[in-house]
Every structure is written in C-alpha cells, then in structure tokens.
Nanobody, 127 residues
C-alpha cells in the first residue's frame, strides 16, 4: 500500500507562484516515476507533469510548459511541483500519483499508468 499526501495549495492572484509537495510512504519511492494531474470542476482529470524514478527525464502538458517544474527528492520521498506565473485557468484540485511500473525510463502521461493517488490539494487563482 502506498500513501501519497499533497500539500501547498491555496488561493493566490494571477501571476503568483506556488509550490506543491507530495510526500510518499509505503513503497520504495525512488524506484517509481511520479506524476501530477489536475481536475477542474466538471472536467476530466488531466495530466500536468511527470518525472522518471531517477529524475533525469520530465514531461509537461503544453498548457504549463515554461511555467511549471516538476522535481523530486528521493532522500525525502517527496515530489514537487513548482508553479510560476499562475493563471485563473490553472484553478483545479491537484493530485500526485505513483507509476504502476518499476523503473520506467520515460515519464508517463496517462492516468491509466498510475495506480496510487493522493487526496488532492486545491489551487485557486484569482484574476
């Protein structure tokens, strides 16, 4: 069993920054890729960013490229999402997720590739 706990969400104005954290426990964290997804009201849960187990490769949704950065600290069993230049359309509940497969070489962008999810943290960006 894997537990993922997100934190760092909040209410900010457009143009501000936030850093989300996701603390993992219950499985050898550094062997698995991690991802961030988000879900706005009445919308699907969409891919935001992903990182391989080693941190050597990342992937981003087009809508966040150049503004968001995913990173991980395997010593702390934590993955981060640095969000800069936030826009009202970034408003959503943000979820972190753990890859199903051990040691994937490439970051994975589909919800179906992840089998453990956190409870989510709300990010609200006002205009």
């Amino acid at each position: 069993q894997v537990q993922l706990v997100e934190s760092g969400g909040g209410l900010v104005q457009a143009g501000a920054s936030l850093r989300l954290s996701c603390a993992a426990s219950g499985r050898t964290f550094y062997n698995y890729g991690m991802g961030w997804f988000r879900q706005a009201p009445e919308k699907e849960r969409d891919f935001v960013a992903a990182i391989t187990w080693s941190g050597s490769q990342t992937s981003y949704a087009e809508s966040v490229k150049g503004r968001f950065t995913i990173s991980r600290d395997n010593a702390k069993n934590t993955v981060y999402l640095q969000m800069n230049s936030l826009k009202p359309e970034d408003t959503a509940v943000y979820y972190c997720a753990a890859d199903k497969q051990f040691g994937n070489r490439y970051p994975r962008t589909s919800r179906a590739d992840y089998d453990y999810w956190g409870q989510g943290t709300q990010v609200t960006v006002s205009s």
